[in-house]
């Protein structure tokens, strides 16, 4: 087994679990969509990289060139969580609001479809998702 792509592919999952037990305990719905959505608390991207790369280095050692390889490709991921996939998403939120307020304009028949927004991370939701992935890799390594 593939212990590395495993650990990265459960902490994937716990970080979409853990998406939707948020929104349940903070506006009591079940929101089952968030198992399959991008961006929110915790970032399962930055919890997928960090798992592998924490993985990667307990089974290859911190001076392999895999644990480099993962260490770039992680960092390389949860920048641009934060940045170009960001920056889309408060663009995506704009664009929205611009049709919104100018769809008196639009012919009937035609509405312009809305973007989606939920795109990127803050800085916190890459943390969260850096120590769930980091946490991930570490108990199932020690444990």
């Excluded at 919890?47 to 290859?60: K, N, P, Q, R």
């Excluded at 895999?66 to 390389?76: K, R």
Aim: hydrophobic residues 50%; contains cysteine; charged residues 10%.
């Amino acid at each position: 087994m593939n212990i590395p792509l495993f650990l990265a592919l459960v902490a994937t999952a716990l970080a979409q679990l853990i998406k939707v037990l948020l929104v349940l305990l903070t506006e009591r719905r079940f929101a089952g969509e968030r198992l399959l959505e991008t961006g929110g608390m915790p970032s399962s991207h930055s919890a997928a990289v960090t798992a592998l790369a924490t993985s990667i280095g307990f089974t290859e050692g911190i001076t392999s060139p895999y644990f480099a390889i993962a260490m770039v490709f992680g960092g390389i991921v949860m920048y641009d969580a934060t940045g170009i996939r960001r920056a889309a998403g408060i663009q995506a939120e704009m664009i929205n609001e611009l049709v919104d307020n100018l769809s008196h304009l639009f012919d009937e028949g035609f509405q312009p479809q809305v973007l989606k927004t939920l795109l990127g991370h803050t800085y916190p939701q890459v943390l969260a998702g850096a120590l769930l992935g980091i946490l991930t890799g570490l108990c199932a390594n020690l444990f």
